[in-house]
């Protein structure tokens, strides 16, 4: 246990978007990081942050991220979870091999399954946490060494070759995604060209309950919020204050479970 490495805040980008259940969803990733750096509920009074004390990134919101599927690893698995998109509301992109994890060994499939695992190669930085140690290496890895470049790249270089003996840590699909506002499309991005459409809504990326796009029924005050696909969701419409999200389980998964990455 390293006693000093103390997690910083939850950083959002301007354009983030999560769900409504996201204190749910954060309650059951870090039960699911806890087990990946091998603790469990026992070990929590001597723990300084609920995710655990043995990691330097948590990348929530991200529109990519593989795994390392030939290293033997631990994945944190729910099942039947009704905020995971089904695969073909996913964004185009996500579902690339260069952008997903491998989920080819069998305890990690499933239409409405999140797993939590050590990412790498990642895409995007809608939300993240650093911890003290993974701020000190991140800023070393891109201040010291050669080949600074902006930070998503710089984090994903950190978490893919471990640089420092990184552990970086996130969900997938990811909990925290993008919001796209009403009008012109170039309101999306100042990296991209758009074709200079206009947006009659807003709308948010692979969110089953988005929280801005179902901000009306907050203001309302409606105790339920609709998905964004109710004819292909698990359900329909949830209850944040009545609805439990499914506990996922632990699985210990040997690199010959997979079929590996072709890149």
Request: proline share 6%; hydrophobic share 30%.
């Amino acid at each position: 246990m390293v006693e000093e490495n103390i997690s910083s805040a939850l950083i959002f980008e301007d354009d983030a978007e999560w769900d409504i259940m996201i204190r749910a969803q954060l309650a059951q990733f870090a039960v699911g990081a806890r087990y990946i750096q091998g603790s469990d509920d026992s070990d929590i009074p001597e723990l300084h942050s609920p995710y655990g004390d043995d990691w330097d990134a948590l990348t929530l919101g991200h529109c990519g991220a593989q795994s390392h599927p030939m290293l033997d690893s631990r994945y944190w698995v729910a099942h039947d979870d009704p905020t995971v998109p089904p695969f073909n509301h996913h964004q185009a992109s996500m579902n690339s091999e260069s952008r997903a994890p491998d989920v080819s060994a069998p305890e990690l499939q499933g239409n409405y399954t999140r797993i939590i695992y050590e990412t790498r190669n990642l895409r995007c930085m809608y939300g993240y946490s650093v911890s003290l140690r993974g701020a000190q290496r991140l800023l070393y890895y891109h201040s010291i060494e050669p080949g600074a470049t902006a930070s998503d790249r710089v984090l994903s270089g950190f978490c893919t070759f471990r640089k420092l003996g990184s552990r970086c840590i996130g969900p997938w699909p990811s909990i925290i995604d993008q919001y796209r506002p009403a009008g012109p499309d170039s309101k999306s991005s100042d990296r991209q060209r758009f074709e200079g459409t206009v947006r009659s809504h807003g709308e948010s990326l692979n969110i089953v309950f988005p929280a801005k796009t179902g901000l009306l029924s907050f203001l309302s005050g409606d105790s339920t919020y609709k998905s964004q696909w109710p004819d292909d969701t698990l359900i329909k419409e949830i209850d944040p204050m009545n609805h439990a999200l499914p506990r996922g389980e632990g699985y210990f998964l040997t690199k010959d479970k997979f079929k590996g990455y072709d890149n």
